[in-house]
């Protein structure tokens, strides 16, 4: 299956600042890659996410960059606030199959310092 | 809409008790997945299915059984209870045509503790 490497594992920025998480996959098929948010003691919720067929995508302060040559892609969070402060796991299908198996990262503990 | 809803909120379990873990979705998705997550651990597939009568094994289905009767529901058995399976429990459902993947949208979770 896909193995989905997440890093870093924990981050901390001053509020204001900017984040990144970055992930790589293994399996050069993957055409889909979500970005997931959890807060403590809810359900992951989607924040964003970036298909095969383009290179970057932005939502307001959030954005994903995809480089399918390297297998990465990672997430940016620009201006960050205290509500910001969550767990973000990153995710990759296993191939072009149109299952929707996807393999998580560990995840990345992200806390914002006002 | 009530999206996708898990039962019960929390449990506790003895060694070797069984029990069921409830998912229900009222968003007309073809698929729904099974989770656990562990501290640190992300989350792990523990079965899905991508319809109704139709079910696969995940990366972590030892000790876990799935049925899928109707698209609605996708309800978790464990038989045998283990320490091993204290966990957070997540159900997952997805809408997902030929050759597009979508979101998946997560339950809030099933807190599970056995001793």
């Known amino acids: 299956g896909e193995n989905v490497e997440q890093h870093p594992s924990t981050l901390s920025v001053q509020e204001g600042d900017s984040a990144v998480i970055k992930c790589t996959y293994s399996d050069s098929a993957s055409n889909y890659f979500p970005w997931y948010k959890q807060e403590l003691g809810k359900r992951p919720q989607l924040i964003i996410d970036?298909?095969?067929?383009?290179g970057e995508k932005k939502d307001q302060r959030i954005a994903v960059t995809l480089n399918k040559t390297a297998k990465h892609f990672s997430l940016h969070i620009t201006e960050t606030q205290p509500e910001d402060s969550a767990v973000y796991f990153c995710a990759a299908p296993q191939g072009g199959s149109t299952l929707g198996r996807l393999y998580f990262g560990r995840g990345t503990q992200l806390t914002v310092w006002p | 809409n009530a999206g996708v809803t898990q039962t019960p909120k929390f449990r506790i379990l003895k060694i070797g008790q069984s029990m069921t873990l409830q998912c229900a979705q009222d968003m007309n998705h073809n698929y729904m997945y099974w989770y656990r997550q562990d501290p640190g651990m992300g989350l792990k597939l523990i079965y899905y299915?991508?319809?109704?009568?139709?079910?696969d094994k995940g990366e972590v289905p030892n000790g876990y059984n799935v049925s899928r009767s109707t698209t609605e529901d996708f309800p978790l058995r464990l038989e045998l209870a283990a320490p091993s399976q204290t966990s957070v429990y997540f159900c997952?459902?997805?809408?997902?045509?030929?050759?597009?993947?979508?979101?998946?949208?997560f339950g809030p979770g099933t807190r599970l503790l056995v001793l």
């Open positions: 997952a459902s997805s809408y997902t045509r030929q050759g597009a993947r979508e979101t998946q949208y």
């Open positions: 299915s991508v319809g109704a009568g139709i079910t």
């Open positions: 970036i298909r095969s067929n383009v």
